[in-house]
Every structure is written in structure tokens, then in C-alpha cells.
């Protein structure tokens, strides 16, 4: 799972680190969130280390990152720089781009209905 929070920081996380929850659960933290990192911005869930992030900023500062360069990390972290931010901006958008190959290894589930 892709990560990415507002004031530039993100990190990926496995899925095998969040439980299952049943009726009455209350959440799970994905990251913990400060006054250094700011707000969540994003989730994205990759399922290998093709492809690339593009994160862009309120102020159109636009930065393209390979998927594999993003440490991956525990649940309970804040993250590593993914972006340098200007005095002021925050990060508005997190679009993931998947290679072909990558594409193919998303998981296809089929309606029953």
C-alpha cells in the first residue's frame, strides 16, 4: 500500500500489516500523521515494484518517483521525503502509473451477480 501525506512524506506499507476488522471496528492507523507531515493525501494499493507516483502540489510543482524507490515501511511511521515542498504548499494529488506488465498482475474479480 502507497502512502502519501500532505506536507511531502510518504512510504509504502504491506497489506499483511493491517488486521481484519468485523462490526465495530474502529480504524486502523495507515500512518502517523503530525504537524511535520501534515494530513493523508493519498492511498494507492500496488501489488508489486513496477510503475511510478506522480505527486503534484497546490502550487503546480509536479515530481515523478519510481515505485521501488519508496521505502517501505511499518504502519505506525511517518514516512521519508518523497517531495520538497516550497514554504507554504501542500501536496494536492497522488496518481500512480502502472506499467502494462504491471497492469496484468492486478487481481480480476468476477461479479457474481
Not at 5 to 32: S, V
Not at 55 to 66: E, M, P, Y
Not at 69 to 90: A, N, S, Y
Amino acid at each position: 500500500m502507497l502512502i502519501v501525506l500532505e506536507n511531502g512524506f510518504g512510504k509504502r506499507t504491506g497489506l499483511k500489516n493491517f488486521h481484519l476488522q468485523k462490526r465495530g471496528g474502529m480504524g486502523i492507523k495507515a500512518a502517523n500523521s503530525t504537524s511535520r507531515t501534515g494530513k493523508l493525501v493519498g492511498m494507492h494499493i500496488t501489488y508489486n515494484d513496477e510503475g511510478d507516483v506522480v505527486l503534484a502540489s497546490k502550487k503546480g510543482q509536479f515530481i515523478r518517483v519510481a515505485l521501488k524507490e519508496i521505502k517501505r515501511l511499518g504502519r505506525d511511521t511517518q514516512g521519508v521525503t518523497l517531495m520538497k515542498l516550497e514554504p507554504g504548499d501542500k501536496v494536492a494529488s497522488v496518481a500512480l502509473i502502472l506499467s502494462d506488465e504491471a497492469k496484468n498482475e492486478i487481481p480480476k474479480f468476477d461479479n457474481p451477480n
